[in-house]
Structures are given as C-alpha cells and as structure tokens.
C-alpha cells in the first residue's frame, strides 16, 4: 500500500462554519439564545414579571449573552428569598436550568441544526 500525502487544501472555514448554522450570530447561536431564554423562564423569580420580561427585552437573540437588567436582577440572582412561585422560581435560575438538563437539551438541538450528534 502507498503512503498518500495531502501537501495542501484549501478550505474556506467560514464557508463551513456559516453552512452549518456556527457563524457569530448564526442559526444556532441564536436557537442557545432562545432555549435558555425559554428554560429560564419558569424558574427567574416573579412578582409582576418585570425580572422575568427583562430577559427577552434585553436579549439579543444571537449575540451569545443573556441579559436581565433590572436594578435587582443580580440581587435576586444571588441572594436567597422567598419567591412567590418557589421552589422553582428563585435565585441562581440560569445555573440551575442548566443543572436540571437544560444544558444537555440545548446541547443535543444544536448540534442537531448544526448536523451533528452529541454522542
């Protein structure tokens, strides 16, 4: 058998990235937005949905950064309270969406529109 040598290809990576939906602001970028703007939402603490409604307004959907801005969004993403609707809605709700198999959903639909597997 011959040995076989590649001494150059030209590969255009954006080309790639941009087909498969991986580009900055692409396809997917935007479907992890919007899963983890949907994941979070039964679990970001409410009272009369200001906090709650502050992720989708402050969001851009696609740049890679969820936002709650509310002058006691961190406060409440930190510091224990009673929240009406808890257990579920309360603090530290993005960490625990993931940590409650939010993380392994968005996963798996990326990589399907990308058009690739997670295993």
Same mark, same amino acid.
């Given at each position: 058998m011959a040995d =076989? =040598?590649?001494?150059?290809?030209d590969v255009d990576v954006e080309k790639i !990235?941009?087909?498969?939906? !991986?580009? @900055?602001n692409g396809e997917v970028q935007k479907f992890i937005d919007s899963e983890c703007l949907r994941l979070c939402d039964p679990l970001? @603490? =409410?009272d009369q949905?200001?906090?709650k409604e502050s992720g989708v307004i402050n969001t851009v959907v696609g740049s890679g950064e969820i936002k709650y801005r509310t002058p006691y969004a961190r406060r409440w993403y930190y510091m224990p309270a009673n929240f009406q609707g808890a257990p579920d809605r309360g603090n530290y709700w993005f960490d625990r969406m993931k940590n409650n198999g939010g993380k392994d959903q968005i996963l798996r639909g990326a990589?399907? !529109?990308a058009g690739g597997s997670t295993s």
């Amino acid at each position: 058998m011959a040995d =076989f =040598f590649i001494k150059r290809a030209d590969v255009d990576v954006e080309k790639i !990235l941009r087909e498969r939906g !991986l580009d @900055p602001n692409g396809e997917v970028q935007k479907f992890i937005d919007s899963e983890c703007l949907r994941l979070c939402d039964p679990l970001v @603490p =409410f009272d009369q949905g200001t906090l709650k409604e502050s992720g989708v307004i402050n969001t851009v959907v696609g740049s890679g950064e969820i936002k709650y801005r509310t002058p006691y969004a961190r406060r409440w993403y930190y510091m224990p309270a009673n929240f009406q609707g808890a257990p579920d809605r309360g603090n530290y709700w993005f960490d625990r969406m993931k940590n409650n198999g939010g993380k392994d959903q968005i996963l798996r639909g990326a990589a399907k !529109l990308a058009g690739g597997s997670t295993s």
